[in-house]
């Protein structure tokens, strides 16, 4: 299974990427579990799987950092506006 492209990944909504990264780990899990008992016939897939939830990470760490930076940029401009009205007064 080869790797998603970085653009097929932002092209995803906040709750698929959400879902994506429980699956992702879930995955991950199973992979850790088959190593433990033995089963694992791929043992490179571990890695496909750590930079997929990498990728799928810092995407989700990217939204949250530009959601953040408009909302403080929102609030400073409506603190602005409150702290010139109290100016004029």
């Known amino acids: 299974m080869p790797l998603p492209k ?14 994506r990264i429980v699956e992702t780990k ?14 694992l016939d791929k043992p490179h897939q571990f890695k496909h799987m750590r930079h997929r939830l990498a990728q799928l990470m810092t995407l989700e760490r990217e ?23 109290a100016e004029e007064e």
Do not use: M, N, P, W
């Not at 970085?6 to 879902?19: A, G, H, K, M, T």
């Open 26 to 39: 879930k995955q991950l899990f199973e992979l850790r579990f088959q190593k433990a008992t033995r089963q």
């Open 6 to 19: 970085i653009e097929e990944i932002r092209d995803l909504s906040d709750q698929e990427l959400s879902d």
């Open 63 to 85: 939204r949250q950092l530009a959601a953040s930076v408009k909302q403080a940029s929102g609030s400073e401009a409506a603190s602005s506006d409150s702290t010139s009205d």
